[in-house]
């Protein structure tokens, strides 16, 4: 029965990362009708950035119901439990694989879920690859009115269908706004697990946050970092700043922290980053942002992104007192500050609930005839054949694990997760030498 008539919207989200639960989960939220009590069952997809229990408690959001699964398995429960809405909060062939998935899986039914997808952040890299990856979902959700221009005209491009392009905003933008400097003044450098990628720039960074306390003593300079030693997240880190630390005679009124980004952003009186999204919940909330030009503006750092801004700006400025002023009219098509951003999202959401006959299949604009040299391979990586079907073997397609079966997954599970943190690295850095 439509969540319209019920009251209720059964809402289903996977997703493969701690950062895309986040999204996923506060994007259904958004989402949902004013008034309508939802039902959220959130799947987290198998793999190596699979979040830990204090991961998901970070993010503060509570489901219903919650459990690992493997792509196998979560189309499977798609094809058998009651959903109005499914989020996929994936990397662009996730998206792909599932939506393929879904499409078989529903190959008998009319009234299958809404379906909608998106991004996490800002969009800096790979914007083509990774739209036409997410083409085929029902909405495709453009954080700003910057993105949505450049998803439609890509879609419009290649031809593909370009409806889906649903303009909204970050669903974590919020908070308190900024009303002035807190005693004491605090300094957050928001770091990001990959960018920048090589221990000399981080190094640099990591000198540069605590000369800046050493100079400013009456200041609290605080390093936020996204996960604990040995945790995992949308990206490997292979040199956390925890590491690099070790050892480095810091002042007093310099200090690592973790946490909730919001519950930062409270004290924060000046926020430092690369290309952190925290720059976009910074302006939001009006506090004095910076994004560093110091390694350069480029397209490999993201803060390219932020050209136009006002923020841009170097430790050798900040350390001379400099705040940088935003410039509003790219705040604005940013989707920062924007009121009433899920409005058309929601209201399409509800006239496909309520359309006569149900929803057409998904139609993805990758297929067989469309791709058949790329969409095979991204298809495989899920278990998945050219038309979607689970392949013979799949992971727990067709049958829960058992005891043992469950124990030996999670050994497997660590040390792949092992392996790609700790051994790939380390095989990397030899083959520099």
């Not at 930062?264 to 004095?288: C, F, K, M, N, Y």
């Not at 067989?368 to 038309?387: K, N, Q, S, V, W």
Request: aromatic share 6%; charged share 25%; net charge neutral.
């Amino acid at each position: 029965m439509p969540a319209s008539a019920t009251k209720v919207l059964r809402v289903a989200v996977l997703a493969d990362s701690d950062t895309r639960w986040k999204w996923g989960a506060l994007t259904a939220s958004r989402l949902a009708p004013e008034g309508a009590e939802i039902r959220l069952d959130g799947h987290l997809l198998r793999g190596r950035a699979t979040p830990t229990a204090r991961q998901l408690s970070e993010v503060g959001v509570d489901a219903d119901s919650l459990r690992e699964v493997s792509a196998a398995e979560f189309l499977r429960a798609m094809a058998e439990e009651p959903c109005d809405l499914l989020v996929l909060a994936l990397v662009g062939g996730g998206v792909q694989a599932v939506l393929h998935g879904l499409r078989h899986a529903w190959a008998d039914r009319a009234d299958r879920p809404v379906v909608v997808t998106g991004y996490v952040g800002v969009v800096y890299e790979k914007l083509t690859d990774g739209l036409l990856l997410r083409h085929g979902a029902d909405l495709v959700l453009a954080n700003s009115r910057q993105d949505a221009e450049r998803f439609r005209a890509v879609y419009e491009g290649v031809g593909a269908d370009a409806s889906s392009v649903t303009e909204v905003a970050l669903p974590f933008l919020g908070g308190a706004p900024y009303t002035g400097a807190h005693d004491p003044y605090t300094v957050v450098f928001a770091a990001q697990p990959s960018v920048p990628e090589s221990r000399r720039d981080r190094e640099y960074l990591l000198d540069r946050l605590v000369g800046h306390a050493r100079r400013h003593p009456e200041r609290e300079v605080l390093l936020k970092l996204r996960s604990r030693p040995g945790e995992h997240t949308t990206h490997i880190e292979e040199l956390p700043y925890q590491k690099l630390v070790r050892g480095t005679d810091v002042p007093a009124n310099f200090r690592l922290v973790y946490g909730h980004m919001g519950e930062v952003l409270d004290r924060t009186d000046l926020l430092v980053t690369v290309s952190s999204t925290a720059a976009l919940e910074s302006l939001h909330r009006g506090i004095p942002t910076a994004v560093l030009t110091d390694l350069g503006v480029r397209e490999a750092l993201g803060n390219h992104h932020f050209t136009g801004s006002g923020c841009l700006a170097s430790w050798e400025q900040l350390d001379a007192g400099h705040r940088p002023v935003p410039d509003e009219e790219w705040v604005a098509r940013q989707g920062v500050r924007a009121s009433g951003a899920f409005d058309a999202a929601r209201e399409r959401i509800a006239g496909l609930l309520a359309g006569p006959g149900g929803l057409p299949p998904l139609n993805p604009y990758y297929s067989p005839e469309t791709a058949p040299g790329y969409l095979p391979g991204i298809l495989a990586r899920h278990h998945l054949a050219p038309d979607g079907a689970p392949l013979p073997g799949a992971p727990a397609a067709d049958r829960a694990p058992g005891p043992v079966r469950q124990v030996v997954r999670r050994a497997a599970r660590g040390a792949y997760r092992h392996g790609v943190q700790r051994v790939a690295p380390v095989i990397r850095r030899m083959g520099e030498l």
